[in-house]
């Protein structure tokens, strides 16, 4: 047995209160085998994985109970069964790295903003192989980098993690992990908020290396697409304990657990399904339709001037939307997809006005906004609102939530008073289903399920008519994606709001979208009824991008 966790505790010191994180779970894990572990945020999936590989500080943590047995394979080629936790700090350095490596979830925050992603692999080389030369841990790190797919792995060697995109940051994770070649491979959430087909390439190049190499993976994941595509072996994980585990078959098609069948139940896949069998699909998209549009988008371009030279004069453009068409009606949600840096977000926002398009016209309920002056724009912007993706940091932390949500009504001059106003705070936190006694906490004091809630509340105060929700659900909990998406079907029924859902979710987009628009390059490639563009795509980019969905069933 590579791994075998028995009756882990890991308890975390919290001031006076001990939190049980981990409360006596058990598994193992072969070599060559893939064990997935399933959970929201909270569970204590990631404190599971930070205990095997040891790297929580002993002053915040301790565990009352458990053994973590590894199979420790000396650089001689003995083995030996070591136990983690009873381990001195100087053999737990070796295996860190060497035989046990770590994928972290969040590369940007993981990697050393201040060396090149060259040096970072080589030191990790040069650790665990003190004998190995700079120049001869270069070409390796190169060789690691080739392997994971990094185009131009002889320059970018030399680049800073800054100027990479998400997809090459996590490959690169992905190869300093394998570079030592490890037994076990951790990988917390290693394609969250990733593309689906950068999500897709990178899954298949963790099945091939660990083909290649023989090691087990334990992989952490609240994506039950990504269960299915990758596990051997599933455990759900729910307030520190395993609730459920068993066979990938067993867990997926057979859940005993009533807290698997609500996750499962949750996922975009089983609510199509569950809409589809209660007939409640296609007649709504039949009537807005039949709507008046509420906005046209005529021939819009943002292009953004690349500058060089002394002088900064301008060499050429960054063409993000280049000549887009588009029609939304009232009441209809549209959902705009594809890749990272096709042009989505800067498409959305240049419809608000946030950013200036170039040329092109934008008409909103039958006015062309784009040549008005701030002035002139101040009566539309009660009328179209944003959701931003990361509530986190469009929050201002120094506000509580009443101020947040007053503040632009006050400006906008919606309600008599003051406190007129805090009332429509009250009453719009209750309708996004958070208590009006939140009203007086601060961001930091709410979850991102919470926090996403609240952002949806600031934009629905000024009574808006359209919407931009740019991933809204991206890194949610699938049970808090679940209710953020019907919260938003409620309202757009109860005030005919339309919608522009910015997305790379294909399961979140059949379900809560009517017409759906994919956009690859600055361009609209194709556009129609989801339905129809989801089981029959016509452009080759659309087909690819429908390819790389990792599906529950199939």
Not at 20 to 25: F, L, M
Not at 274 to 282: L, N, S, T, Y
Not at 308 to 316: C, L, P, Q
Request: charge should be negative.
């Amino acid at each position: 047995m590579l791994l075998d966790v028995k009756n882990l505790k890991t308890y975390l010191d919290s001031g006076a209160e001990v939190v049980k994180a981990v409360d006596g779970i058990s598994f193992n894990i072969k070599k060559g085998e893939t064990f997935c572990l399933v959970g929201e945020s909270g569970s204590g999936k990631s404190i599971t994985a930070l205990s095997i590989i040891q790297l929580i500080s002993k002053e915040i943590c301790h565990h009352p109970e458990g053994q973590i047995w590894f199979d420790y394979r000396h650089n001689d080629g003995t083995q030996e069964q070591v136990d983690m936790l009873n381990l001195t700090e100087p053999p737990r350095r070796d295996i860190r790295g060497a035989r046990i490596a770590m994928i972290f979830q969040e590369p940007m925050t993981s990697l050393n903003p201040v060396y090149t992603i060259g040096d970072q692999i080589i030191e990790a080389l040069q650790l665990h192989w003190p004998n190995l030369d700079y120049n001869s841990a270069k070409q390796r790190a190169i060789e690691a980098l080739a392997q994971v797919q990094i185009p131009d792995p002889e320059q970018r060697v030399d680049e800073y993690p800054h100027r990479l995109s998400g997809g090459q940051r996590q490959r690169v994770m992905i190869a300093m992990a394998m570079v030592c070649e490890p037994d076990l491979l951790i990988a917390d959430e290693p394609t969250t908020a990733l593309d689906v087909t950068v999500q897709a390439e990178i899954l298949r190049l963790m099945k091939e290396l660990q083909e290649r190499k023989g090691m087990g993976i334990l992989f952490i994941t609240h994506d039950f697409g990504v269960v299915a595509k990758m596990a051997d072996k599933v455990a759900v994980m729910r307030n520190g304990i395993i609730v459920e585990a068993g066979s990938l078959q067993q867990v997926l098609k057979e859940p005993k657990d009533e807290y698997t069948k609500e996750l499962l139940a949750a996922l975009p896949e089983n609510m199509i399904r569950a809409r589809a069998e209660a007939g409640e699909d296609i007649k709504y998209r039949q009537d807005v339709s039949e709507n008046k549009p509420i906005l046209t988008v005529q021939n819009l371009k943002v292009h953004f001037p690349v500058k060089k030279g002394v002088w900064a004069r301008t060499a050429s453009y960054v063409k993000a939307v280049d000549g887009v068409d588009l029609t939304i009606n009232e009441g209809e949600i549209v959902a705009l997809v594809g890749e990272s840096g096709c042009g989505k977000t800067t498409l959305g926002r240049a419809l608000l006005r946030l950013i200036e398009p170039t040329s092109g016209a934008v008409f909103f309920s039958g006015t062309n906004i784009v040549p008005l002056k701030r002035r002139e724009m101040q009566p539309f912007r009660t009328q179209m609102q944003m959701i931003f993706q990361d509530p986190m940091s469009s929050l201002n932390p120094r506000l509580n939530i009443a101020t947040t949500l007053i503040e632009p009504m006050a400006v906008h001059g919606i309600g008599e008073s003051q406190e007129a106003r805090l009332d429509l705070a009250r009453q719009m936190l209750i309708r996004v289903q958070l208590s009006e006694s939140h009203l007086w906490r601060y961001p930091h004091e709410f979850s991102g399920g919470q926090r996403q809630r609240i952002g949806i509340a600031r934009a629905l105060v000024l009574n808006p008519k359209f919407i931009v929700c740019d991933e809204v659900t991206s890194a949610l909990d699938v049970s808090v994606q679940s209710e953020i998406l019907q919260m938003l079907l409620d309202l757009r029924t109860e005030r005919q709001l339309s919608l522009l859902f910015i997305t790379h979710d294909i399961g979140v987009v059949e379900y809560v979208s009517d017409r759906m628009v994919v956009m690859n390059e600055g361009k609209i490639v194709e556009q129609g009824l989801t339905h129809n563009i989801c089981h029959a795509p016509q452009e080759a980019y659309t087909q690819k991008l429908l390819a790389a969905v990792p599906r529950l069933y199939g």
